[in-house]
């Protein structure tokens, strides 16, 4: 069974521009959720997303967005791109919410604001 | 608010030495509880779970036990290797969405040989 897929792996971004990142999830899964990882704040919940609909936000600005497909495939977006969002975003799908289902993660995209 | 407290590192030990990794969570409802572990260069993948309390969550030589009285979730390994080497997260999950899953800060294990 393919894992997670992320892409792209790594992206290079001006301040002030937007970026799409994608998230496949593993096969049957419908929960996706995006979380940003950097070595100062650690690991953030960004959003989540079940059968098309958000579920639960995390404490971002609206600069940070997202969307899933049908196909429970997702995408993150980020617009007017600020140096402080150069991260790792790394994205997770899990059978369900339930207390124990765990999170399958993908490898994450880098992302490099200059 | 739900929270998780692990403990800080960097860990540095020598091959074969004992682990511990100590991690606390908040007692607000009642969580399954979580160990996620990052190698260079990957996202998170599972180390191990429990569910409930008393239970014990097991994986490539790693340990935990649930234990609800004290809230700790510490994990532990008998004899570490290189291939250890990576970052480790405690993760309560409270359940109802991915948002409610609590990730540590943390910690970072350097094994030497």
């Known amino acids: 069974k393919a894992g997670v897929t992320q892409t792209p792996r790594y992206l290079i971004k001006t301040r002030g521009q937007q970026v799409t990142l994608s998230c496949s999830p593993i096969?049957?899964?419908?929960?996706v959720s995006w979380y940003q990882q950097t070595p100062g704040q650690g690991l953030q919940f960004l959003f989540e997303?079940?059968?098309?609909?958000?579920?639960n936000k995390g404490n971002f600005p609206g600069r940070f967005s997202g969307r899933q497909f049908s196909n429970s495939r997702s995408e993150m977006n980020v617009s007017t791109l600020e140096l402080g969002d150069s991260a790792l975003y790394l994205c997770a799908s899990s059978l369900a919410t339930f207390r124990d289902s765990p999170l399958h993660f993908g490898n994450g995209t880098r992302l490099t604001v200059t | 608010g739900n929270s998780v407290t692990q403990m800080e590192g960097p860990v540095t030990l020598s091959e074969e030495a004992f682990l511990t990794i100590n991690c606390t969570y908040t007692?607000?409802?009642?969580?399954?509880l979580f160990w996620y572990v990052q190698y260079p260069g990957e996202g998170l993948q599972l180390l191990l779970k429990a569910t409930k309390a008393d239970d014990k969550g097991s994986n490539k030589g790693f340990e935990a036990t649930y234990r609800k009285e004290t809230t700790s979730f510490h994990l532990e390994k008998g004899s570490v290797q290189v291939s250890d080497s990576a970052v480790y997260f405690c993760?309560?999950?409270?359940?109802?969405?991915?948002?409610?899953?609590?990730f540590g800060k943390g910690t970072k294990l350097s094994v030497k040989p």
């Open positions: 096969s049957g899964h419908r929960s």
């Open positions: 997303y079940f059968s098309e609909t958000q579920r």
């Open positions: 007692a607000t409802g009642y969580p399954s």
């Open positions: 993760a309560p999950h409270y359940g109802g969405s991915q948002g409610n899953l609590i």
